[in-house]
């Protein structure tokens, strides 16, 4: 095997600078020719957009949740074949997953999961030496976890570096690998979801992303990082079981990108080119007809941003009712189905007329409504799962879907993941069905099972 390197940047808590730190180190990796392969921990999309935006490679989604651990690992290794380097940025602190077991869908499940190496992110701003017992607890609650070395983050005068490194490695025999000062003109921008998208940035921060850069060049021991990561091996794990490469051959599927709609994991838009399905992009924004398809798949974004362009494009809203009425299986999630609505009410209280598929209108609030992992079982059969049948998948969103239309999914959030101590924390009824439609909060991954993708394809071939 060439030689691979991999490792998690791990944080003591959310907010650290993570995300910041990582875009620094795969864009430096990346002007050393190495080929990066960014990840992250966890469903979020935003912080794998900015990854995106950074390298030119699409980043991919960990999440232990919805992912059986053998078929995660094969998605992995996967895209590992073609790379030098695998830059994973974890979710929240080090320990913090699901509940409050340390060895579900937290990062520190994830490096052991993988067998990478941890570099543990530190905060070094107004704090001495009382930042060795903060390592030398997050080394100690696990020590199974490779923690093989620390970055220290704002700390803007190498004076004040060198006694925080002097205390780390002093009394937690372990390397400090560099600093990052304060950079005011690099801080990701934020809205009601988290980070504002890096669609809607790309072109006014190549300049930031280049002085990031030469800022961890110069205050990062790279050469020492690459050492600390190598790998031995990859994870056992293959993808073999999901997907049937003819199942999808003649196929075509029209699939949602623009502006208002972007939330897709990669690794779900593989599996169908996998299967043999043949993807067109459309812009439920700019364009006013659909390509000829027999799938039709509607992401999550931002409708509620763009909801007046969105309702003035009456001949998309045409385009996607004939395809209904064709018998055309919809698939939506979150923003998708607040755009298949009959309406959208935007944050100022103004209404906008949407495609009127699904009976109901969105309506969007000041608070997230729902936000975390949860299980959906299906009330009736479904595009993606029959009657009886769960999807694990997650929701995030601010808005509400009001409605009279009977739901077709009963969603559980447990308290804790532990069978023992397993109790519903919340349950709700969501998702809706107009046919072949199918529109929901819910986010998922098509590699949670195999069956999921299959039924979809098989509705999708009897148009053919």
């Known amino acids: 095997m060439q030689q691979k390197h991999a490792f998690v940047i791990a944080g003591t808590g959310s907010g ?25 921990i966890g469903p979020d999309y935003l912080d794998g957009g900015w990854h995106y935006a950074v390298t030119g490679v699409a980043s991919r989604n960990l999440d232990a949740f919805m992912l059986p651990e053998l078929i995660l690992n094969g998605l992995f290794n996967q895209v590992m074949a073609e790379q030098n380097i695998a830059v994973i940025e974890g979710v929240m602190g080090l320990y913090d997953g699901y509940g409050t077991d340390p060895n579900y869908c937290s990062s520190a499940a994830m490096a052991k999961q993988l067998g ?59 390397p400090v690998l560099g600093r990052l000062p304060v950079m005011p003109e690099v801080t990701l921008p934020s809205r009601h979801l988290g980070l504002i998208s890096a669609q809607e940035q790309v072109s006014q921060r190549e300049e930031c992303w280049i002085r990031l850069a030469q800022q961890i060049e110069a205050s990062v021991d790279l050469d020492k990082l690459l050492t600390l990561t ?16 003819v199942m999808g051959q003649g196929l075509t599927l029209a699939l949602a ?42 992401g999550g974004g931002y409708p509620e941003i763009y909801a007046q362009a969105l309702s003035c494009n009456h001949a998309m809203h045409t385009a996607l009712r004939q395809a209904q ?53 299906a009330l009736c059969d479904t595009p993606l799962v029959a009657k009886g049948e769960t999807l694990r998948g997650h929701e995030f969103h601010y808005s509400d879907f009001i409605t009279a239309q009977s739901p077709v999914f009963q969603c559980i959030k447990w308290s804790d993941p532990k069978e023992t101590l397993k109790t ?24 949670q099972r195999p069956h999921v993708l299959q039924r979809w394809l098989m509705m999708a071939r009897r148009l053919l």
């Open 16 to 40: 650290c600078g993570k995300t910041t730190v990582a875009l620094g180190i795969m864009r430096a990796l990346m002007n050393r020719s190495l080929r990066v392969q960014p990840f992250k």
């Open 116 to 174: 990478c190496p941890v570099v543990l992110l530190v905060d070094g701003k107004a704090v001495s030496t009382s930042i060795a017992a903060t390592v030398m607890g997050f080394q100690q609650f696990d020590p199974a976890v490779n923690i093989v070395g620390v970055l220290i983050n704002r700390v803007n005068r190498d004076s004040h570096f060198q006694l925080l490194k002097q205390a780390i490695e002093g009394y937690c025999g372990i």
């Open 230 to 245: 190598q790998l031995s091996s990859l994870p056992k794990g293959n993808i073999d079981s999901l997907v049937d490469p």
């Open 257 to 298: 990108e623009d502006e208002a709609f972007y939330f897709y994991y990669p690794d779900n838009l593989l599996l169908l080119e996998k299967a043999g399905v043949t993807i067109k992009r459309f812009s439920p924004l700019h364009d006013h007809w659909l390509p000829e398809c027999q799938m039709i798949y509607l």
């Open 325 to 377: 009425q064709k018998g055309i299986p919809i698939y939506a999630e979150c923003g998708g189905l607040m755009y298949l609505g009959d309406t959208l009410i935007d944050a100022d209280g103004v209404r906008h007329g949407m495609v009127g598929l699904i009976a109901g209108e969105s309506q969007m609030g000041d608070h997230l409504k729902r936000f975390g992992y949860c299980e959906a079982m």
């Open 424 to 447: 519903v924390q919340k349950s709700w009824l969501g998702g809706y069905q107009n046919g072949n439609t199918l529109a929901s909060y819910l986010h998922i991954h098509f590699a």
